[in-house]
């Protein structure tokens, strides 16, 4: 299957900062990244769709000044949290899509805002 | 009403036996039905897919749909400890800008040695 990246695995940061998340399709071209986001216990809530060289359609009720996403090439979409919170603290998934089926996950990142 | 619906478990099942996941949704328009497996912790990775009414088989795994009765199914044959994980149902739609997936809540197997 194909390979998707990201990075950081994990970040901890103060409230008030800014980061940003990075997720790489290795081996295949991604015309449109997903990002999802995911609290414990709770199933995969996507949060925006991502198209290289347009802007991000976020989801009813994603603030998409907070959350902004970029994607710039057709390996390369990123997630920027800013000004975090505490309540922001989750578990954030990117995927991408190979055809028109398969959709792959990368592994994940860990935020903590402390 | 909840547009991907999954019994959320835990599903307990003896090491060897058949483990039947099961999947509802509402949408009559979904066009291809996804099944991954998440372990604690991790992202979820793709088990496989189906776009055709009947069943699909894969190694130990088959998926069944039937889009008549919006339902889809995943079938773990000979389920071993190392299945144990949450099984995410998925369905996806075609149209508009976007084609995304829509996910269940998912199921916990615990399958037991």
């Known amino acids: 299957g194909a390979v998707v990246s990201q990075h950081p695995s994990w970040v901890i940061c103060k409230s008030g900062t800014s980061v940003k998340i990075e997720c790489r399709s290795l081996d295949f071209q991604a015309t449109t990244m997903f990002w999802y986001r995911q609290f414990p216990k709770q199933s995969l809530m996507l949060m925006a769709t991502s198209n290289e060289g347009s802007k991000a359609t976020y989801e009813q009720g994603v603030e998409k000044d907070k959350f902004l996403i970029n994607h710039a090439s057709l390996t390369l979409s990123t997630l920027t949290v800013t000004s975090a919170h505490p309540e922001d603290s989750s578990f954030y998934i990117c995927?991408?899509?190979?055809?028109?089926?398969?959709?792959?996950f990368g592994p994940g990142t860990r935020l903590t805002v402390t | 009403q909840k547009e991907v619906e999954q019994n959320s478990g835990p599903l307990s099942v003896p090491e060897g036996a058949i483990a039947s996941l099961n999947c509802t949704y509402s949408?009559?328009?979904?066009?291809?039905f996804f099944w991954y497996r998440q372990y604690s912790g991790k992202s979820p990775e793709l088990i496989m897919f189906?776009?055709?009414?009947g069943d699909k088989e894969d190694g130990r795994f088959t998926a069944q749909l039937n889009k008549a009765s919006q339902y889809v199914s995943l079938l773990i044959r000979d389920s071993q400890p190392s299945d144990s994980a949450t099984y995410l149902c998925?369905?996806?739609?075609?149209?508009?800008?976007?084609?995304?997936?829509?996910f269940g809540t998912g199921t916990l197997l615990a399958v037991q040695p």
């Open positions: 189906i776009y055709s009414n």
């Open positions: 995927s991408a899509g190979q055809g028109p089926y398969e959709q792959y």
């Open positions: 998925a369905v996806k739609s075609y149209g508009g800008a976007t084609n995304k997936l829509i």
């Open positions: 949408d009559r328009g979904s066009q291809s």
